[in-house]
Every structure is written in structure tokens, then in C-alpha cells.
């Protein structure tokens, strides 16, 4: 089992900038995939970042260029988010994957408006 805990969201004015922490109840550093994920209003949870055990990397199109996922070698998972839209606010879920297993935190709402 592993137990995932965000931190960071808040509400931002557009343009602004956030940066999201996950940690891990134990080592996730190998073989496990991280990721953050959204979820607005109404909407379908999506992707938005995602590290993989050999720091491979994944974006969703609509984070390119704005957002950056990192991760340490032992429990933390992190997302700087810039030039924050409007668009981008939703709960956002720390993901961690291996094989079969599949966690998530409890989410952190990030909310952008002026």
C-alpha cells in the first residue's frame, strides 16, 4: 500500500504561478509510474504530467511549455505550474502506478481567477 498526500493548490491570479507537492507513505522511486491529474467541475479526470522510473516524460498538449513534473529519488512527486489559465482549475490528484497497483491522493484544488 501506498498512501499519496497533496499540497500547494490554492487560488492563483492568472499568469501566476503554483507548485504542487505529493508524498509518499514509502519509497515510489523504482518501477513506478507518477503522474498528476485533473479534475474540474463536471468533467472527466485527465491527465496532466506524467514521470515514469526512467524519468520519462508525458504532457498533456494543454500544459506543454506552462508546466513541469519532477521527482526526487525516494517519496516526493512535484508539479511546477506557470502561466496559469483560468482553464486550469480543478482538483488536482497525485497517481502512482506499478503493475497492478494504482494510488491516489485526495486531491488539492487549484483555482485560477482574478
Known amino acids: 500500500q501506498v498512501q499519496l498526500v497533496e499540497s500547494g493548490g490554492g487560488l492563483v491570479q492568472p499568469g501566476g504561478s503554483l507548485r504542487l507537492s505529493c508524498v509518499a507513505s514509502?519509497?515510489?522511486?523504482?518501477?513506478?509510474?507518477m503522474g498528476w491529474y485533473r479534475q474540474a467541475p463536471g468533467q472527466e479526470r485527465e491527465m496532466v504530467a506524467i514521470?515514469?522510473?526512467?524519468?520519462?516524460l508525458r504532457y498533456a498538449d494543454s500544459v506543454k511549455g506552462r508546466f513541469t513534473i519532477s521527482r526526487d529519488m525516494t517519496k516526493n512527486l512535484y508539479l511546477q505550474m506557470n502561466n496559469l489559465k483560468p482553464e486550469d482549475t480543478a482538483v488536482y490528484y497525485c497517481n502512482a502506478k506499478y503493475r497492478t497497483e494504482n494510488y491516489w491522493g485526495q486531491g488539492t484544488q487549484v483555482t485560477v481567477s482574478s
Open positions: 514521470i515514469g522510473p526512467g524519468a520519462t
Open positions: 514509502r519509497n515510489v522511486f523504482n518501477g513506478y509510474f
